[in-house]
């Protein structure tokens, strides 16, 4: 298997972020990113996509959007659309005709900050899902790291210093989405979880003086998603997006906050007596099967079965445990940075079913 480091959910100036495509491919290439999925609102920029070399660093640049219904007052409901290969905005007022839409074009629709909080130090409502009638969307964006910022700032101060140092936010994804995950997964669903950056790299002017707010390089070091791929991207564009759509539709592949220290190397596999199970996949019990996990720093390891905690580590790089149950197991990992115990990995589930 072949991990590649993938940063998703970011806004140039096709909308309202401040930077372009070549700022972003910049950042991506000194961040060693293999992958970005640029996300616009509102507009599927058609043209763009490739690989872009810097030095020797070679970036796969892929193009989504994130939609949502601009008729909408309080704005809710965004999603992110991944490989759809056509504008799908338009189907946005009705959210079950977009995931339908999105699906038919054989895209993928995650629910973008799904359980967000108001800031209303600056009068910034919650952007959240509130359709949750509807069916059939590949998955969530489990942490988005600049929402969190509306999360973690309960005072000015605290607001300021947040924005002058970005690496004090990111904590935890949200407790209220990872319960919701936790209970769609008990119930037998399967779904994929993404981690987003929702990038902006906002630039202010006071005076002479023009500042960039968390910018590219910030996001692309810190929260990002490892893919597991089958085999090394080629440097085809459309058989390398293929892959990398079929790894995040099937959640091969881990969330990893970088920004305390790398999370390469981490691996969650189960095996029975056949076969070796990773995030994703599906696997049968035979009598019995063993939980291998492997971290590339020692850190808290959670193993999480159908939202229950099963086990919990203080400082371990490495866990074995045999399981008997069927259900969909899940590790989240945490470590210590800047003074407080985060969240480092949270790794996509691997299903375990009985045999028949
Ligand atoms: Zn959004
Ligand atoms: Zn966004």
Redesign the pocket.
Known sequence: MEEITCNIHMHTTYSDGFGTYSTIIDAAAQAGLDVVIITDHNVWVNGLEGYYSRGKKRVLVLTGE?V?NQDRFPQKN?MLVLGAESEVAIYASVPQELIDTIHQKGGLSFL??PDEVALELVHEDD?SWVDWETAGYTGFELWNNFSELKTVSHTPFQLLLNVLDPSRIATSPSKATLERWDSLLTQGRHLSVIGGA?AHALRFKIGPITKTIFPYQYHFSAINNHLLLPEPLSGNLQQDKKMIYNSLAKGSSFIGYDLPASTRGFTFSISNEEYIANPGDTITLFRGATIQVKLPAPAEINLIKDGVLLYSSRRLDHLAYPITEPGAYRVECKTEFMGKLRGWIYSNPIYVVKEN
């Open positions: 994130e949502h965004h973008a900050h952007i929702d």
